[in-house]
């Protein structure tokens, strides 16, 4: 299966800032993300990641699966929504469910720790990275939670989405 890391980053590694802001992310970046989820089929996210998308309003991401990774299960089953399931399973368990359910790539978009868990158990084939023109001092690390792991790149092309963001892609070896 094909599992696609999507992060809008700053240059110094930083995916969200204090309180899980993520306001400096670029419109454009919002649509290639939108189309890369569109042709995965599902988004995967960690809690925090949900929170914030949801108070922006850009929860559920209409089309596609929305699979959400959090250890409060019953308390946020309570939200119905058709495309959204909760799951406090693995990594390695939402692949699992994804591939039973057809899909043949898996689109994981958030946050650190949800990335380094899967980038941990070297799960992750692809990265894209949206290069953000912004430094942050404090926030969340794209591969927060994670000790210790290394991963080898090899870099595919870069595509400039908008006159300030550029989007550089990885295939790991």
Known sequence: MKVLLYMAVTPNGIIAGKKDDTSWVGEADWNEFLYQAKKAGNVVLGSRTYEA?????????????????????????????????????????????LLEKGYKKALIAGGGKISGSF????????????IEPVVIGRGTKIF?????????L???ESVQISDHEIQLRYRVL
């Open 53 to 97: 998308m949801k108070k922006e309003k850009r929860f559920p991401v209409p089309g596609v699966l929305n699979v959400v990774m959090t250890k409060r299960v019953k308390q946020l089953s309570k939200n119905k929504w058709d495309n959204v399931i909760f799951t406090n399973d693995t990594p390695r368990g939402v692949l699992k469910h």
């Open 154 to 156: 090899k870099f595919i």
């Open 119 to 130: 980038i941990g158990a070297k799960l992750i084939t692809d990265l894209y990275l949206t």
């Open 144 to 152: 927060d939670y994670v000790k210790d792991f290394s991963a080898k």
